[in-house]
């Protein structure tokens, strides 16, 4: 009897614990605001290091993370220009893909800017005590549609800049022609589009679970204080 008073007075004392009003730093517990900083900070650390990377010349080819290979339909392309000699232009039509990704991304920074100031109190709790990448994931939520939006038109554009429409096009025309192939002919910019997508928030669940899993990695106090709680 005695245990189950004791359990149940556990229980109404949590409640209440749960209720109290959060101080704005140190005191009792650490405030929804300092929360929505600290993890606004964290996902502003990953746009600034790991998203920066990614628009440098190579950002993405030269990462094995993210690099762009090609989609899966282009792969025997791929694999007969080889075959029959023509690596050097197998190897050129990879990497003005990749080039296409790294021009889109500089597109980026101000769409997440916008995404992460609108966290909400209630929006930080649930991602600070979520898994290593929910934040990225929150991210995903917000930012996926409009930065598809901003990436297709611009990878096109580069496509055009760097002669990848020329290359590609001269590429498909030479696997086409030869005997014993099916014909191709892929959405390369869409393709590209995902992949760069799928690259950014890559990077940014790099950082977030550096973050997380490395005390190391908390840079400023906020971000100490608020990494705490999950730990």
Known sequence: MFTVLLLSSCAELQQVVNNLPQSTGGGF????????????????????????????????????????LLPQELRKVDKTLRDIGLSKLADEGLKILNRAAEDAVKEATPIFVSAVKQITFTDARQILLGSDNSATQYLNTKTNRALYAKFNPVINRSFSKVGADRIWSNIIKKYNALPLTNNVNPNLTDYVTQQALKGVYKMIAVEEKQIRTKISSRTSDLLRRVFALQD
């Open 29 to 68: 517990g650490i405030s929804n605001i300092d929360i929505a900083n600290g993890l606004r900070q964290a996902l502003d650390n990953g746009i600034d290091k790991q998203v920066t990377k990614l628009t440098q010349r190579d950002g993405f080819y030269r990462n094995q993370l993210v690099k762009i």
